[in-house]
């Protein structure tokens, strides 16, 4: 928040205004939005605020009133497309992307962090640079050795006197020599920088995976799930990439660049001169094509994102354009736009395509200079013939690193950017630990009670102020109110996703602080609405509830969850596998398939949250009879926003803004006639 | 893949015919520099200064036909690769849209997505480094051996014994990291899938403590990938110094040749360094060739994902000799005997199902979960045709009438409310383009969205931002019932369209359905019993069979599916009241 101190204190006040309208992990979002955000775009945002008093807004709307349909819904559209560019850069400021080249902030200390990160794997990186030093150095070396022979060779021709073949013969020796030396050192770095890269990459990716599995629940409220997903594939790979093959051609670049530079101006100072005088056109060439092209390629992106924008929109909405006979229209309209990237992207290629005939003029005429040049020194007898054929072969070989190095360094640039995004999710707090002699539960009875308990997203917005609520062992808590009065934050605490700001909660009269994660989730057994499956077979992912499950085990779970029969017509009965998205079963049958999850599991306490909300009521019926048996002599919980569910529950707790505002049985609930009559009374409203 | 692109490059062959002849320009004029250096460094060491300036011009003159030939060269290129990708995505695109449920079912909306995306930009690279790369490697190899040879012919031997030896390596590499790059995209695919999944299941994995299972999980795929690349990189790391070391190793062979080839008087100076040159750039040609081949296995898979689209058989086939249904207003629906079974299953979806309805009438269909309540509604409007039986909508059996003339008799709201980008108005004229301003405003009032559309400072000229981001899930829901409603149509189908309103709303809108659609048959699937409590007929469906058959009083007597669906539902004086 120090950017804000640098803010006048009126724009100050607006934000905090804005800030406690928002809910409040929409303001902690926001507050990591506003430490990454540029300060004009701060600025931008408090005049956007600005400018919409009282009057202004009255104004706009008798503005609004005398338009015409069209320019009610172009002013509409635009609307919509500025807020949602609004947000789209906002997430990209807090991803680090977009914004022109991604810049790392401590460059030489990532690059650092990252060469030592696995172990061993510095002396190795040293090796492979010191590889490629002499093996580029023998590249570099071998024309002017040439150049040697090729003397040699002319001199006794133009002298007709008998060659020298013990001479000949010795420098190519060593010039065969410097080949084989070239190539066994480039196996040799090739296989250790693959070794390096691939190694280094491996463990960063498992040890992110680790880490997401200690990080408290409270990062993934402040960071998207994109994001992440994208700091573990695209960033890893950036790095994968850059280290592969971007690493060593750099050093390359650098050695070839400096040692072609000095073997010419050895063999000739003026050929080398002429030689680099067609530099910079090369370069200012490149350039100027390159920026134009870049205007062209922007749009040929934008223009590809509103196709796929359209594609993706008709594919999903198939079923509604097949409906209203819309195919025509839909066609037209992709169609229209596809012939707009065709011009765009055809305009880009074209441009930067030129960059490689346009640039090898000035190579070729650097060639020309040299050949007719060098003959007439040749003549004059200033320059060898055999320097002539190693300044050729020089120009050649150090005007490609020079283009690329730019490429090369930005690829770097943005591979340790992206380290950067990497390491910082690695440096992110885990789950703190709340004991130092951790206890255990021998038997656990059920008893749970939940007292002064206290909990915000943000310690300094409490959104549950003082929760007491006592549950006996097998009883059954149902928790219901509208959404957001924090039923879910409840069972998050229960279950120490989260951990209370004050107050405590005891099972069995332990605090739950004093028992390790592991040990207190050990207790529970869960079914969410989100019914989340992972790729495998039914029968991996029913015996998920269970280490060690047996296949008894896993059919009875299926058969308790009124599953059995469905799986068992199934093509591969149990083995059969469940795609990513489990597409190919409906989301009844995931539902039931998670509660034979649970099922299995078979633990002292349950907590259903909203598990019965994507079936129909009667699959919910069958059951709801299944679960009564699960139930006895275990305590549970269930969230629930169908009330004729949990009307048997021992005791119903109504929530409202974090806190219980009711509780009892349903019978004295409805007799005291409070909200909770009210909403039961809702739902089965006569028409 | 090749077909493919044949089959596309088909529609250019005076560009496609003047690149191959442009690369051949620029591959020859970059060529035939070393030859022409070769006598001017010959004249040098003749002393003969004029020949040296004849030569500068002549080369000169070349590198301006390079240049000239090479943007051209490129012009052509971007023009038929971007015309050539822009008329593949359209045909996709045509398929894709006139896929029937089914067909969609089989690939999935998912997959069509990323294959319009991502496998055409593959389509889309790979085609264009075969123009820029792989047509002007053979041109190079070629040029490159013909004009070593007239250089020449003594020392050629030595390209005689080059060109085998590089040959072979450069086909065990392409054999040997082909497979590799094959599987490494499938490797890939698998460390993000699993990594989305233990991102979305958070929560399941701490309840259930199997973060040590998932950290395994993801260590297996994740080891998998890299071995996989290390292995592919390392045949890389073999085979690229060796080419570089055939290279070297020729050069040395021209020279100690050369040397003593030149005191014979076989060859001259000039001569033997531009054999040099010819040596190099067939080994490059060499290189770009199996770099393009390397890259194939991707560009190989792309394309075959785009021609299974391609490939798909319309499972609805369109009449030969369509039957003109009567104007709207005649609406009645037979439905005897049908079925339905999808293609491969060894069980029916639906079986046996029979109804019939007119003007006027409200048919209801309930039942739980994989009933085949939506299939059913499929079966109805021709999104996938019955197995067995036939259903007559004013009299004709659907397929026997143009599909085009059909969907204009039928009005669905779908189970998933789909909106699209473009205002609330335009949203509305999906069901009737031309539907007036007045037309709009009335269907908006029944679905009761007025309420909510009123308040928004643009009303109906709302901008609705893609996949409707921007209005809640009850508000899509009421906007689509709007669209269905501001269509003049025979059949109205509501595919549990009423879920994501509160009980209120669903019972006004209801009450106003009801007059609205008077002269029309009214189709609706629904979850809830009161929604359909006042249905003419309801149909309960329990595994593809009609179980129930009756107004709601009779099923509430007679049928126990449907008393226990209720019973679930409803409180006991509603049941009993009803």
């Known amino acids: 928040m120090n950017k804000m101190m640098n803010l006048p204190p009126e724009a100050q006040k607006k934000i905090e205004a804005m800030m406690s309208q928002m809910p409040p992990e929409q303001r902690e979002m926001f507050k990591k939005k506003l430490a990454t955000m540029p300060p004009e775009q701060i600025k931008a945002m408090i005049q956007n605020l600005d400018q919409m008093t009282p009057e202004e807004k009255a104004a706009q709307k008798e503005k609004i009133k005398n338009m015409t349909p069209e320019q009610r819904a172009q002013m509409s559209r635009n609307e919509e497309m500025k807020r949602q560019m609004q947000a789209k850069m906002q997430e990209m400021a807090a991803s680090g992307k977009g914004g022109g080249k991604p810049k790392a902030k401590d460059f030489s200390g990532t690059l650092k962090r990252l060469i030592s990160y696995k172990e061993g794997m510095k002396p190795k990186f040293a090796l492979v640079i010191v590889f490629s030093i002499i093996a580029t150095g023998c590249t570099v070396l071998a024309p002017y050795i040439l150049a040697k022979v090729l003397d040699i060779i002319q001199d006794k021709v133009v002298s007709g006197k008998d060659l020298n073949w013990t001479g000949i013969v010795r420098t190519l020796i060593v010039l065969g020599i410097l080949y084989v030396l070239n190539t066994v050192l480039s196996m040799v770095q090739g296989r250790m920088i693959t070794s390096v890269t691939q190694e280094t990459m491996g463990q960063l990716r498992k040890d992110v995976n680790k880490k997401i599995m200690k990080l408290p629940f409270s990062y993934f409220d402040s960071n998207s799930k994109g994001d992440i997903l994208s700091r573990i594939t695209n960033d890893i790979d950036n790095i994968g990439n850059a280290f592969q093959q971007n690493a060593v051609q750099f050093i390359q670049n650098i050695v070839m660049i400096v040692g072609c530079i000095v073997c010419m101006f050895v063999l000739s100072w003026q050929l080398a001169l002429l030689c680099l005088v067609t530099l910079p056109f090369t370069l200012i060439c490149g350039r100027m094509i390159m920026n134009k092209s870049q205007n062209y390629f922007r749009e040929q992106w934008k223009t590809l994102g509103e196709l796929n924008g359209l594609a993706e929109e008709a594919f999903s909405g198939l079923n509604v354009i097949r409906a209203f006979g819309y195919e025509k229209n839909k066609t037209e309209e992709y169609f229209k736009k596809s012939e707009e990237l065709y011009k765009s992207s055809r305009k880009a290629q074209f441009l930067s395509g030129i960059i490689n005939p346009v640039s090898s003029v000035f190579n070729n005429i650097a060639y020309i200079l040299i050949c007719c040049v060098g003959a007439y020194f040749a003549i004059t007898g200033s320059v060898s013939v055999g320097s002539i054929t190693a300044m050729i072969q020089y120009q050649k070989q150090y005007s490609n690193p020079v283009t690329q190095i730019a490429t090369v360094l930005n690829t770097l640039q943005s591979a340790v950017a992206s380290a950067e995004r990497v390491f910082e999710l690695l440096d992110e707090k885990e789950e703190v630990e709340t004991s130092d002699d951790y206890k255990t539960l021998d038997k656990v009875e059920g008893n749970i009670s939940f007292e002064h308990l206290k909990f915000g997203y943000t310690p300094d917005k409490l959104l549950m102020t003082d929760i007491n609520v006592d549950v006996k062992k097998g009883q059954m808590i149902a928790i219901v109110g509208p959404t957001g009065a924090g039923k879910t934050t409840l069972v998050n605490l229960l279950m120490r996703f989260y951990e209370p700001n004050g107050g405590q909660i005891t099972i069995d009269g332990m605090n739950i602080r004093d028992m390790t994660r592991h040990d207190l989730r050990d207790i529970f057994g869960m079914v969410l609405q989100e019914t989340w499956l992972f790729s495998g077979t039914i029968h991996d992912n029913i015996a998920y509830g269970k280490n060690g499950a047996t296949e008894e085990q896993i059919k009875a779970a299926a058969k308790a969850a009124q599953v059995e029969f469905f799986f068992e017509t199934m093509p591969d009965g149990y083995d059969t596998m469940l795609d990513e998205e489990a597409s190919n079963i409906s989301q009844g049958q995931k539902q039931l398939l998670t509660i034979a999850r649970a099922m299995l599991a078979d633990p002292p306490i349950l907590i259903l949250d909203e598990a019965t909300s994507s079936v129909d009521t009667r699959t919910e019926a069958i059951i709801q009879q299944a679960m009564s048996n699960l139930l006895k002599g275990r305590t549970s919980f269930v969230i629930a926003h169908r009330l004729s569910t949990i009307k048997d529950a021992d005791l119903i707790l109504y929530m409202e803004n974090g806190n219980i505002v009711e509780q009892g049985s349903h019978t004295s609930l409805m007799e005291q006639g409070g909200k909770y009559a009210e909403l039961y009374n809702s739902q089965f409203a006569q028409d | ?578």
């Not at chain 2, 460094?41 to 020949?51: E, L, P, V």
């Not at chain 2, 065990?172 to 497979?179: E, H, R, S, V």
Request: with cysteine; proline share 2%.
């Open chain 2, 1 to 578: 893949m090749l077909k493919l692109f044949k089959r596309y490059l088909k529609q250019y062959p005076g560009q496609v015919a003047l690149i191959v002849f442009l690369t051949l320009v620029f591959t020859a004029t970059t060529m035939i520099l070393p030859k022409l250096s070769s006598p001017v460094i010959d004249a040098g060491t003749a002393g003969d200064t004029d020949s040296i300036v004849r030569y500068a011009i002549i080369m000169g003159v070349v590198v301006v036909i390079a240049v000239i030939a090479g943007v051209l060269n490129n012009y052509f290129i971007s023009n038929v690769v971007m015309g050539t990708t822009r008329d593949m995505r359209n045909t996709l695109f045509e398929r894709v849209i006139s896929f029937s449920q089914e067909d969609e079912n089989m690939i999935g909306t998912a997959s069509l997505i990323s294959r319009q995306s991502k496998d055409m930009l593959t389509l889309q690279m790979t085609l264009l480094q075969m123009f820029m790369m792989m047509l002007q490697a053979p041109l190079m190899c070629i040029a490159g051996i013909a004009l070593a040879l007239t250089t020449s012919v003594s020392l050629s031997w030595i390209i005689v014994v080059l060109l085998p030896l590089a040959a072979i390596t450069m086909g065990i590499a392409i054999k040997m990291t082909q497979p590799i790059f094959r599987a490494n995209q499938v490797k890939v695919d698998r460390v993000n899938g699993v990594m989305r999944e233990t991102l979305t299941g958070m929560r399941v994995i701490r309840a259930f403590n199997r973060e040590d299972y998932e950290n395994r999980r993801f260590e297996d795929v994740s080891d998998d990938l890299t071995n996989n690349v290390k292995k592919g990189y390392k045949i890389m790391n073999l085979i690229l110094p060796m080419i570089v070391f055939l290279a070297n190793g020729s050069n040395l062979l021209i020279l100690g040749f050369g040397a003593d080839y030149m005191k014979k008087g076989l060859a001259s100076y000039g001569d033997v360094q531009a054999f040099v040159q010819y040596t190099t750039m067939i080994l490059m040609a060499f290189m770009l060739g199996s770099m393009f081949l390397m890259l194939m296995p991707n560009a190989q898979a792309s394309a075959e994902r785009i021609n299974e689209v391609w490939d798909v058989v319309p499972s609805i086939k369109e009449s030969s000799d369509p039957v003109k249904m009567p104007e709207v207003g005649n609406a009645s629906i037979e439905v005897s005997h049908i079925s339905y079974r999808f293609s491969g299953a060894s069980q029916n979806v639906l079986t046996d199902i029979s109804f019939s309805a007119k003007a006027g009438e409200t048919i209801a269909i309930i039942g739980g979960t994989g009933s085949g309540k939506s299939t059913l509604l499929n079966v109805l409007c021709r999104n996938m045709d019955v197995t067995e039986g036939s259903v007559k909508i004013d009299g004709v059996d659907v397929r026997d009438t143009a599909q085009d003339d059909l969907k204009n008799h039928i009005s669905l709201v779908p189970q998933k409310a789909f909106l699209f980008a473009g205002s609330i108005i335009d949203n509305i004229r999906y069901g009737k383009p031309d539907a007036t301003e007045e037309e709009v405003r009335h269907a908006l009032d029944i679905s009761q969205s007025s309420e909510f559309v009123d308040k928004k400072e643009y009303g109906m000229y709302t901008y609705i931002a893609q996949a409707g981001t921007n209005v809640s899930g009850g508000q899509k829901q009421r906007l689509s019932i709007a669209r269905a409603l501001v269509r003049k149509a025979d059949i109205y189908m509501f595919d549990d369209s009423f879920s994501a309103l509160d009980y209120k709303t669903d019972a006004k809108l209801r009450g106003e359905l009801a007059g609205e659609l008077k002269n029309a048959v009214t189709i609706i699937v629904a979850q809830r019993v009161s929604t359909i409590k006042n249905a003419d007929r309801i149909l309960v469906l329990a595994e593809g069979k009609v179980v129930g058959d009756g107004t709601h009083d009779e099923l509430m007597a007679s049928n126990t599916v449907y008393r226990e669906i209720a019973m679930s539902q409803l409180s006991e004086s509603e049941v009993k009241g009803a």
